[in-house]
Structures are given as structure tokens and as C-alpha cells.
């Protein structure tokens, strides 16, 4: 069978790129390879194929492939061709999707994010500052925890988790209308994991899986990992465009759609009931499943609607953790869906991962009941009200305009004036020791290069307004070409 992928999806030749166009053609069908589009044994496109589609000469491809074989990359066999050699390299997940600009690459900007110091100023991650954090109720309840000699501080946990902190946690979706009892809720060790248990559980690859346009960066890494293809639909203040959700669903049959319901990242806005009731009867007419992500619920001063509440857990799941709102280092997240599949998704976290800690799980039980989680909770939402305000006001200062004004949570999504690149923002910024987050890591089709993430809780600082407004001056402009996000939606 010949392989046709490297005909059809190889990225054309940049004339401009540093290496000569034989490195060029060897790296392009090494990507090919690497991110399993070619498989042992499968035979390469013709030396005259493949000269036509990068548009280069028969001899730039012939000597690729000899340099190739000599690498033991690939291998010649006379008379019928080139094939792939019998054994694969590791995985690659940079290579399994589109080559972005570092600036504007999903993985890149976590890397940077989480491996600078305390001296880079971070108005695009996606946490809030330690000082936000509990620290004291923390501490106190590890000193109550090392005192109870009933706590479990050394053994695994039950395969499903712990049962008073699902009981808990079953009382707390009531009170936003999903029923779940405990046995339909699976403790996990993140939102994260939750959500990569779900597909592998729900997904083969190849299957197809519905994105916001724009959504959290992490979801397109996570997916090219799963070896699926991904389509998107824009987002709109009220969710998905249903026109644009309903065409993608007749064209495109997903098996899956993954969305934030609430406080949706980046663009701070919520579902409301009539998009939710549509996309619930629109799921329901072709078959597709969705997976919650309520991750910012306990940031929200009002409520929205919850597809899971309205589906009564039939086709929707419900995930969430307490990384964001209590600590990244507590790892402690949950899944709640229908109780046979829970039944099954705990088989397969037992075969990935053994088994949860116990740990993490009597800690967040126990900040909980104790009321300090309520109180802290509390406190949380009326600082970022505060804070997205005071971030708000500065950022229209410089002529940053925010798409949507969110009465709760800690992101804004805001256009740049004057056609400004975001990742050419993002990249003079970085000289300064500031990250961002630029609109393109999170669009899959590329289409927010105008737009820029902020966290309003890490955005405070007023170093970072003027260090911004130099990046903007530094960056290149492009004319104002619009936004393509900002047409959509």
C-alpha cells in the first residue's frame, strides 16, 4: 500500500529556512514517521510524486532517500521503491500536528510557564499566584491529618477513590443540579488525567473530536497524543455557534466534543440555557458524547447551566479537580458519569496507573468539612472581581480591548489594537522576562492571532502594563488585518 500521507500532508518547502532542500525533504518525511502517519513497511510516495508536491527537483528527492537509507531510516528495494524501515522511532507528539512558532506552541508555553523562576512575571499562565493560595488552612490540616491515627498517610486508596470524599463531592454537584451518587463518581489524581483516562476510554485513533475555537491550549496536545483528528467550531458569549456546531456534526460525525460550560478558558464566557438545551438535543440526534470540564465552577458568583445537569449523566461526563482552586501540589480531581462506565473507567486507571494515593483525597475531605475550602472559596471570587476589574481598566488603558466581560473567574481575552501579532507580542515580551499567552496556542484553526490570554490574579502588577505596552511598540506590525476570531463570532 503505498503511502499516500506523505504526498498529500507534507508541508511545502520554505526557501527561506535555514538548511538545504535535500535537510528539508529527509526532515519532512522523518516528521511523517515519527508521528505514525507512516508505519513499518508502508511503501513512500514516487521520487516523481514527491518532487511535484514540495515542489522541488527529482534529484533533491533521490539523494533524501539514499541519505535516508543510509541512516536506516527508510529502505530501497528495487524495482518497487521506498519503504519505511521495520522499526519506529519514539513517539513524537511535536511532530503529530502543525509546526507552530514556539510562541504560540501549546507545549512550549506550558515548558515556560512552569520551568521559570519567581522573577519572570507570568500574566498568561493559567493558576493564581501562591499567595492566593490556602497555605495556613493547608498547613493546619496536614498537622490534624499527621495527628489522626486513623488516616491512611502510607497506603493506596480504594480503586475508586475514597468514599466519604465522594459522598461529599456528591452533595456538592446537587447543588448544581447533577445528580450523581458516590459510586458514580471515580477520584483521579487531576482534571488533567480525568480527562485523558476519557479518552482513552471513549476515542480509537483516528475518531473525530469537537473543539472550541478557541479552547484550552492543553486539550490539542492532549488529543494529538491519542492520535485523533480535531475540528473546531467558533465560540460565542452564550457557547458554540449552534448554526456552526450543527454543520460540524452532519459533515464530520465526532465521537466526542470537549468543552468548559463555565468560566470557558480563555474567553471567561458561560453557556447559557437555550445553547445548552441545543447542543444536549443536537448531541442526542447524532450520537455524540461530551465531556464537561468544570474546572473554574467554584470561581463563579451566578451559576450557569450544566450540560450534565441537564442530561442526567446519560451522554454528557462531569470533571473537575481543586488544582486551580486550592493547590497544584494536592493532586485530587474527579470524574462523575454513568455508573457502568465508572465501572470500567476504574479498570482502566488501575491498568494505567495502579491505583490514587490516599493522601491527597483525606486532606481536601478534610478542608471541606472543616469549612476553610467554603471560606477560601469565598474570598476568591471577590478578589478576582476586584482584580478583573483593576486588570480590565488597565489593559483598555493601552488599547487592548476585551472580547467578553466576565463577571467572575481570572481570564480575559482581549484583542490587540492596530493589527498587532500576539505571538510577535509575546516573543519582545519574553526579552523582558514576562509570559504571555498569545490567541493562537489556543485556536486550532489559527484564527486569534490578534488576541491574547491574561490572568487577571497574575496581571496585577503594574510592571506588567508597562512591560506590555513595550512589547507592543517593539512587535511587528502586520497592518490591520483584522481578526478572523473576532469575524466568526
Known sequence: ???????????????????TLVE????????????????????LASIRALALRLQVSKSTVVDAYERLV????????????????????????SNTGPRFDREVDPL?????????????????????????????????????????????????STPQGLPALRQLLSRRLADSGVE????????????????????????????IVLLDDPCYFNFHAMLRAHRVKVISVPYTHNGPDIDKFEQALMENSPRLYITNSALHNPTGASLSPAVAHRVLK??????????????????????????????????????????????ASVRCGFIAARQDWIEELVDLKLATSFGGGAFSGELVLRLLKDGSYRRHTSHLRNRLVDAMDKVSTRLKSIGLTPWYAPDAGMFLWCQLPDGLNSANVARAALENRVILAPGNAFSLTQAAKSFLRFNVAQT???????????????????????SDFAAST
Not at 503511502?3 to 529556512?17: C, E, K, L, S, Y
Not at 519532512?28 to 508505519?39: G, K, L, M, N
Not at 493558576?127 to 491515627?149: E, N, T
Request: proline share 6%.
Open 282 to 327: 443536537l448531541a442526542e440526534q447524532h450520537s455524540l458524547l461530551i465531556i464537561e470540564d468544570d474546572i473554574f465552577a467554584d470561581f463563579e458568583q451566578n451559576p450557569a447551566p450544566r450540560l450534565a445537569a441537564f442530561d442526567g449523566l446519560e451522554r454528557v461526563i462531569h470533571v473537575s479537580s481543586f488544582s486551580k482552586t486550592l493547590s
Open 70 to 93: 543510509a541512516e536506516g531510516v527508510i529502505q530501497s528495494r528495487p524495482g518497487s521503491g521506498f519503504y519505511v524501515a521495520g522499526h519506529l522511532p519514539p513517539f513524537s507528539l
Open 1 to 19: 500500500m503505498v503511502f499516500w500521507a506523505v504526498q498529500m500532508n507534507t508541508p511545502g518547502i520554505d526557501r527561506t529556512a535555514n538548511g
Open 24 to 43: 528539508q525533504v529527509m526532515t519532512a518525511v522523518r516528521q511523517q514517521i515519527s508521528s505514525r502517519q507512516a508505519t513499518p513497511g508502508v511503501r
Open 180 to 207: 450523581a451518587s458516590a459510586h458514580q463518581i471515580m477520584l483521579t489524581e487531576s482534571g488533567t488525567q480525568a480527562i485523558d483516562l476519557l479518552c482513552r476510554f471513549l476515542l480509537e485513533p483516528g475518531d
Open 460 to 482: 496585577l502588577d503594574p510592571a506588567i502594563i508597562s512591560l506590555l505596552e513595550h512589547a507592543m511598540q517593539q512587535s511587528e506590525i502586520l497592518g490591520v488585518e483584522g
Open 108 to 156: 512550549w508555553l506550558t515548558r515556560q510557564s512552569l520551568d521559570t523562576d519567581h522573577s519572570f512575571l507570568k500574566p498568561g499562565c493559567g493558576w493564581l499566584p501562591d499567595s492566593w493560595m490556602p497555605k495556613g488552612d493547608i498547613q493546619r490540616a496536614l498537622r490534624k491529618l499527621a495527628r489522626d491515627k486513623q488516616a491512611n498517610l502510607t497506603d493506596y
